[in-house]
T-cell receptor, first 110, second 112 residues
Framework: GQQLNQSPQSMFIQEGEDVSMNCTSS?????WLWYKQEPGEGPVLLIA?????ELTSNGRLTAQFGITRKDSFLNISASIPSDVGIYFC??????????FGPGTRLSVLP | NAGVTQTPKFRVLKTGQSMTLLCAQD?????MYWYRQDPGMGLRLIHY???????AKGEVPDGYNVSRLKKQNFLLGLESAAPSQTSVYFC???????????FGEGSRLTVL
């Protein structure tokens, strides 16, 4: 089936560092979503993007909807230990099912 | 706010046994989904429903059945469990319009 590519696959960073990850697709999406999953929990929606070029922030998180509608980026500023988890991107078009990326696993070292 | 609730949270089955996972949402969402999550495979769609009384197959539907008799509930059944169905199962719901999807906490199933 349709797949999204996420990079990096995993990353280890020091507390206080900024983090960047991205998600790419061969198809166009009308909505891009970013989720975070902590161990033993379900994915939690962080940011939803609805318009090409849109830049949206949620606290220390900032996400952008790529102008080509085929990619999206998530940045985390000044990372803290509770940022640890797996970050998933998802693409969606109305009337179709969601397409998820394989996730980026983030580890934050104190 | 309960959101999306899944029961049970954990279950161990023997090969050939049957069971049902229950998903309940209190957000009046039309769309409901069942996913399975396996290491390195991401989230894969099993079945979904676009409204009460409707169901449709997703990416990996074999070995599973679903029912949506009430708008707030979406049941996932395994008629004859197999070890390949050992996984973490997630239910999710959404309006289908905004594109936002809300997940339950997951149900961890082990088939021996």
């Amino acid at each position: 089936g349709q797949q999204l590519n996420q990079s990096p696959q995993s990353m280890f960073i020091q507390e206080g560092e900024d983090v960047s990850m991205n998600c790419t697709s061969s198809s166009i999406f009308n909505t891009w979503l970013w989720y975070k999953q902590e161990p033993g929990e379900g994915p939690v929606l962080l940011i939803a993007l609805y318009k090409a070029g849109e830049l949206t922030s949620n606290g220390r998180l900032t996400a952008q909807f790529g102008i080509t509608r085929k990619d999206s980026f998530l940045n985390i500023s000044a990372s803290i230990p509770s940022d640890v988890g797996i970050y998933f991107c998802a693409g969606h078009n109305y009337g179709q099912n969601f397409v998820f990326g394989p996730g980026t696993r983030l580890s934050v070292l104190p | 706010n309960a959101g999306v609730t899944q029961t049970p949270k954990f279950r161990v089955l023997k090969t050939g046994q049957s069971m049902t996972l229950l998903c309940a949402q209190d957000m009046n969402h039309e769309y409901m989904y069942w996913y399975r999550q396996d290491p390195g495979m991401g989230l894969r769609l099993i079945h979904y429903s676009v409204g009460e009384g409707t169901t449709a197959k997703g990416e990996v539907p074999d070995g599973y059945n679903v029912s949506r008799l009430k708008k707030q509930n979406f049941l996932l059944g395994l008629e004859s469990a197999a070890p390949s169905q050992t996984s973490v199962y997630f239910c999710a719901s959404g309006t289908g319009y905004t594109g936002e999807l809300f997940f339950g906490e997951g149900s961890r199933l082990t088939v021996l």
